[in-house]
């Protein structure tokens, strides 16, 4: 996936949520496991890949100036429709 703005960092985080996925920017995709089965959620090149995606997520939120953990929970909390539960950080 091509991340070069906060949309394409807004996209990539919800698809890794609506996988399934309960998304950290600090976490290493490679550790993700499924619950049901014990296995890992990733293979080993998709992780890799989920990472380096991950790193440019890091680039295009500093860049602009715009705090990945915010922004990243923002978009949890909507997704998961939590946010009908919990106040939506700053």
């Known amino acids: ?3 070069e703005n ?6 990539f ?3 890794v949520i609506r996988n399934g996925v309960n998304l950290h920017p600090d976490d290493d995709f490679r550790n993700y496991v499924n619950i049901e089965t014990g296995q890992p959620t990733y293979t080993e090149e998709e992780a890799s890949a989920y990472n380096r995606d991950m790193v440019n ?3 295009v939120c500093d860049k602009c100036g715009v ?17 009908r539960l919990i106040p939506m950080p700053d």
């Open 1 to 3: 996936m091509r991340i």
């Open 6 to 11: 906060l949309d394409d960092v807004a996209e």
């Open 13 to 15: 985080a919800g698809t």
């Open 57 to 59: 997520a890091f680039r």
């Open 67 to 83: 705090d990945i953990y915010g922004f990243m929970q923002k978009i949890f909390l909507v997704e998961t429709g939590l946010d």
